[in-house]
């Protein structure tokens, strides 16, 4: 073939499919952002510990971890779009049972509900990345799905500026006295349970409007035609699948890469509020500090996409993982606003990880193996129930010496990032 012969990202054959499944990208950046802020929320107004609250990751995240190999032995029997459908009606069914968690108060009950809502974006996932590999030529497919995932950080800085705006403003368990503390913690209990149930009606409702939103992309997708494939009726297929990728020491590091990234970026996001909280910033204040790092993260995701046109995609994992590094060692070491900038300069160089180690382990992989390799990659994003409760137990000892813990906590996402520079360097220079 001519070296100089122009392989276009997106053929104008599945620009509307494309467009469809990228919406999908910034619908679960939505959940996924709207959710984090409900950590710091749910431990004021259950009154719970930041190690309990940090549940609602573990209920969120383990969902993927439940779910992704069950979606990917789905889509493998029958199609991209039946996958695409049943996450759309278990996303829209999870988002709906806010309604009577909130109705009963109980936090084990919004538990389950973000539980069933991301078996949901299990699906999603393990269908809508390998679906964005697939259509198009193999050398694009990483700058193709760079280009679909920076979709997703629009609806994750949606997500965030109704939890900042329409959520934690309207708190009024967040209220504080000219003293700067909660005035929430000094009321008699009957003052509390009024508030409690104000507050958990107001965190209600965006979820419940996002169920109906749901159903009407449903609708949507179900009456538009999508690219087929051809099923796989081969019994012993997912086995030898199973084998095979294994054995790929590629694919193999890169679920644990992705693991790593996945664990970084929800401690980094969900933790702003704790640490921009422990300088005195309002809970609605802090997340406008979580908005910001979302737009450069945005931001950067394009610039990524546009870099890896003239640098070797592998190399630019690298170079983005080390800075990473970097900021983090700042974020706990300089306490005070510096160590905040720093925390919201990291989500600059986390912009490009998840499609790009994504794209890296299934590269080469043939499609018999690469809808259960998505499955074992979006599993990995199990390390986002894991280390965010980790995490907020240190936090939970408010000082570790002389420092505050919130500041040493952020040691778990510096080590992520040194497993995502090593993965990054091997992938660029032994595989």
Same mark, same amino acid.
């Given at each position: ?60 995240? /383990? /969902? ?46 919004? @538990? ?9 974006? $299990? ?9 964005? =590999?697939?259509? /198009? ?5 990483? +700058? +193709?799905?760079?280009? $679909? ?26 209220? +504080? ?32 409007? @996002? ?47 992705? =693991? ?18 422990? #300088? ?5 204040? %802090? ?28 190399? @630019? #994992? ?7 590094? %970097? ?44 809808? =259960?390799?998505?499955?074992? =990659? ?54």
């Amino acid at each position: 073939m001519n070296s100089k012969e122009r392989v276009p990202v997106v053929s104008k054959e599945v620009l509307v499919p494309f467009i469809l499944i990228t919406s999908l990208f910034a619908l679960w950046g939505f959940a996924n952002d709207i959710t984090n802020p409900m950590v710091a929320a749910f431990g004021s107004i259950m009154e719970i510990s930041t190690a309990k609250a940090a549940l609602i990751q573990f209920a969120f995240y /383990g /969902g993927y971890g439940t779910m992704a190999i069950p979606a990917a032995l789905f889509v493998r029997k029958y199609t991209y779009k039946k996958g695409i459908l049943l996450g759309l009606a278990l996303y829209a069914f999870g988002a709906l049972l806010f309604f009577p968690a909130a109705k009963y108060e109980v936090f084990g009950f919004f @538990l389950i509900s973000l539980y069933i809502l991301t078996f949901g974006l $299990a699906f999603l996932e393990t269908t809508a990345n390998p679906y964005i =590999l697939s259509m /198009g030529d193999e050398r694009t497919a990483t +700058r +193709r799905l760079n280009l $679909a995932q920076a979709f997703n950080p629009i609806g994750s800085l949606f997500g965030m500026f109704v939890a900042s705006k329409f959520i934690l403003t309207a708190l009024d368990s967040d209220k +504080r006295n000219e003293m700067g503390e909660l005035i929430f913690k000094s009321l008699d209990e009957v003052q509390k349970a009024v508030i409690r149930t104000h507050d958990l009606a107001i965190i209600r409702n965006p979820y419940v409007i @996002l169920g109906v939103v749901v159903i009407i992309m449903l609708g949507v997708i179900s009456i538009s035609k999508m690219p087929k494939r051809a099923k796989n009726d081969n019994p012993g297929s997912a086995i030898n699948s199973f084998k095979r990728l294994i054995k790929n020491s590629k694919y193999r590091e890169g679920v644990f890469a992705q =693991l790593f990234y996945v664990a970084s970026q929800i401690m980094c996001w969900t933790f702003i509020i704790q640490y921009a909280g422990n #300088l005195g910033i309002s809970k609605a204040a %802090a997340q406008n500090y979580n908005i910001v790092a979302m737009s450069i993260f945005l931001s950067s995701r394009f610039i990524s996409t546009f870099l890896m046109k003239y640098i070797n995609s592998r190399k @630019l #994992l690298t170079i983005f993982a080390v800075c990473a590094m %970097a900021t983090t060692s700042g974020v706990i070491l300089i306490e005070g606003i510096k160590g905040l900038y720093l925390l919201i300069a990291t989500s600059a160089f986390m912009s490009l990880m998840f499609p790009t180690i994504y794209g890296i382990a299934l590269h080469g992989l043939s499609e018999e193996d690469s809808t =259960l390799g998505a499955a074992g =990659l979006v599993m990995a994003i199990v390390g986002g129930a894991l280390m965010p409760v980790l995490q907020g137990s240190i936090i939970d000892m408010e000082n570790i010496g002389t420092f505050d813990a919130v500041n040493i906590s952020f040691i778990l996402p510096f080590i992520c990032f040194c497993f995502i520079a090593i993965y990054g360097y091997r992938t660029w220079k032994v595989h």
